[in-house]
């Protein structure tokens, strides 16, 4: 029996300590693949095998776990036996449901993966109801699904079927983005596990993940997956799925051990991502020519189409024509929360760190601002804006009341980090804000006449000044941090587009332009009920709002123009951006533009003189109200074009995921489902739309 295991590499039969073969890139060459084992007497089947799982009497042969001499190394040059990358014991028990067993495979400590063959796969879902037996999943979740894609006319009409689950990769993206660490990766079998106690539901695995293999249950608000029906394999059994295929298209073990009746062994087929996001424990047989041109049945418009090395590469499928639509009302989804989240967020940084920066810079005016009363009032406002923020990011929680697990995973999960920097960023306007009451005129006067207490006198041998600077500088740091970790939570390969620069020059843009629009009301009022001058301070608030609306179209000009000249999913989000949504995306660039243009002119007329806003009770005070005015309406359109772009942001996205069915696994359905009333039915295996 051969292995092809891509073209160009194999495995190659080599020695070590343990006495197996080395994975080795090379032409040409075959492995000999060890037969299944033989079928135990009847009575004699839970001989020598632990009791994490009964087996049956009438098990059959291919149900069982080969014994295989395994590689060293898998093709991405990782160790196959996990026991040598870890510190844990051989023995060591996976206390599957709190059963302190261990399990009697002799292969448990060895990277397992599962086998497809697209040639055998019938379609019948035999695989997806096995799991849903053993797992009691409901109708509208399924840690295995089969989608399909086709291609050809007829007489030549081809469908190529595709049954995915999680693939327990390498490198699991999963794991390393879950916040409150409910991932882990075993070294019993290579399995990832999830635990759905653990979990919050916050649905960052199901955004990393490639293969669509977390499921987020909208009704009990946890994520579940695929567990590699770790019990059956701790007594020799292969996963239910696996054992229930009636076409011989899945099969599983050891990984890079070829299972019998095989001739190829790839690393992805058409509809696949790249395995290079996660390395993937899952490996292909697919000979049949398929057409050079790929479709998937379900809404998504992304097709594939054979590039001149053979592979298929995903291309936009222009399914909804090129029409221009508004749809304003599709904006509202249930990902509302993290729109209004990710903005006051980004506008409590800004209105925060521009006066204050400035202030350290050494601007006269932002030093007056910092020493008078107001100063509290702007610390107090960022952290409100702050605390909503994360407040509206815990009611996107499945499970709200877990949230303080999201600082679980700070060593790898950008989202642990950016709740880190954010309540950090919190904690030291807090601490600002304490130190700033001590000094502050009203609420000295207010204690005084209510309570006849001096404040001052009390606090009058504390360096407060100096306190609530560095208050103000840790703050100002955290915050930094905060909104960098923000970014990174988006920059995901899974989520083309989103992964791209325009994510970083949208959120610091906002920051920018926000927060000089909320710290410019408590500023120029502030300003003028001192009669001090108000144009100095328009002009360079005006300046920072304008490079953060100018650093927001930047990003956006190359958003466009990379994704346009993109064929992955990336470019098939903007598709639906410039037809779907078409109107509204138009409307949003128009809104940047007028503003960018008003902004420019209104900063020139400033330069000129002939905006003199000396102060409110001048000659010229109706110039100074027009000014006034013009900026207000600049601020509005601001805000506006920001929760239009946040919402297409968060809508439009397209992640690499497996192919679905015309009705299963299909957004378009689900839709439809739902508008027709067809979802009301559990049966029909349509989720809610929030949890």
Request: charged share 15%; glycine share 8%.
């Amino acid at each position: 029996m051969t292995s092809q295991i891509t073209e160009g590499s194999k495995l190659h039969s080599g020695s070590d300590k343990a006495g197996v073969g080395l994975f080795t890139p090379e032409t040409g060459s075959s492995i000999k693949v060890t037969k299944a084992n033989a079928l135990p007497k009847r009575g004699e089947e839970q001989l020598g095998r632990s009791n994490h799982w009964e087996v049956r009497t009438e098990e059959q042969a291919y149900a069982y776990l080969p014994k295989t001499d395994s590689e060293i190394e898998n093709r991405y040059g990782k160790r196959i036996d996990l026991v040598e990358l870890t510190d844990n014991p051989v023995g060591r028990s996976m206390f599957i449901n709190d059963n302190p067993a261990v399990g009697t495979n002799p292969d448990r400590n060895k990277q397992h993966g599962f086998f497809f063959t697209a040639d055998n796969c019938i379609g019948c879902h035999a695989c997806e109801s096995a799991c849903a037996e053993k797992n009691d999943t409901p109708a509208h979740l399924a840690f295995r699904s089969v989608g399909y894609v086709e291609g050809g006319s007829y007489p030549d009409y081809k469908r190529m079927n595709i049954s995915m689950a999680c693939n327990h990769c390498d490198d699991p993206v999963c794991l390393k983005g879950c916040p409150t660490r409910a991932y882990t990766k075993h070294a019993e079998y290579g399995a990832v596990l999830q635990d759905p106690e653990t979990c919050f539901g916050c649905g960052y695995c199901t955004w990393v993940c490639p293969y669509n293999a977390p499921q987020l249950d909208p009704v009990k608000g946890t994520v579940s997956k695929c567990n590699m029906c770790v019990d059956r394999l701790e007594v020799g059994l292969k996963p239910a799925c696996v054992s229930a295929c009636v076409g011989n298209a899945l099969d599983f073990g050891v990984i890079e051990d070829t299972p019998e009746s095989r001739e190829q062994c790839k690393t992805s087929i058409p509809g696949f991502p790249s395995p290079e996001i996660t390395r993937p424990n899952i490996r292909f047989q697919q000979t049949k020519s398929m057409p050079e041109e790929m479709t998937r049945t379900d809404s998504m418009p992304v097709k594939y189409r054979k590039g001149k090395d053979g592979q298929y590469k995903p291309v936009i499928d222009q399914k909804v024509g090129k029409k221009q639509h508004w749809n304003l009302a599709k904006l509202n989804s249930r990902e509302n929360p993290l729109v209004l989240f990710t903005l006051f967020a980004q506008a409590a940084l800004g209105t925060f760190m521009v006066p204050f920066l400035a202030a350290l810079a050494g601007v006269e005016i932002f030093e007056l601002f910092m020493a008078s009363d107001m100063m509290l009032v702007l610390v107090v406002t960022s952290l409100f804006m702050t605390s909503f923020g994360l407040f509206m990011s815990v009611t996107h929680l499945g499970k709200p009341f877990r949230f303080y697990r999201g600082f679980n995973n700070l060593r790898y999960s950008p989202m642990s980090r950016e709740g880190l920097g954010l309540a950090l960023f919190s904690a030291g306007l807090g601490l600002m804000a304490v130190c700033l009451l001590a000094t502050n005129t009203w609420f000295n006067e207010l204690l005084v006449s209510s309570f006849d207490i001096e404040l001052s006198v009390l606090t009058n041998a504390l360096p407060l000044v100096n306190l609530a600077l560095g208050s103000g500088v840790f703050a100002a740091i955290a915050g930094a941090a905060g909104l960098y970790y923000m970014n990174q939570c988006y920059q995901i390969k899974a989520r083309p587009f989103w992964n791209h620069w325009q994510t970083v020059t949208s959120f610091m843009g906002n920051s920018m332009s926000l927060g000089a629009m909320v710290s410019g009301v408590m500023i120029l009022s502030t300003l003028a009920v001192l009669s001090l001058p108000l144009l100095p301070a328009l002009q360079l608030l005006g300046g920072v709002w304008l490079v953060g609306v100018a650093l927001e179209a930047i990003g956006l000009i190359g958003h466009n123009r990379d994704l346009n000249a993109s064929e992955n999913e990336g470019g098939a989000a903007h598709y639906i951006q410039c037809t779907t949504f078409g109107k509204t995306y138009k409307l949003r660039n128009l809104m940047l533009t007028l503003n960018i243009f008003a902004g420019l002119t209104l900063l020139a007329l400033g330069e000129l003189g002939l905006l003199n806003t000396q102060g409110l009770a001048s000659e010229s005070v109706g110039v100074n109200l027009w000014a006034f005015v013009a900026w207000s309406v600049i601020a509005l359109i601001n805000c506006i074009s920001a929760v239009i772009g946040r919402a297409l942001f968060y809508n439009l996205v397209i992640p690499t995921t497996m192919p679905g069915a015309f009705f299963w696994k299909n957004k378009g359905f689900e839709q439809h489902a739902r508008d027709i009333g067809l979802a009301d039915n559990p049966a029909c295996g349509v989720a809610p739309l929030a949890h």
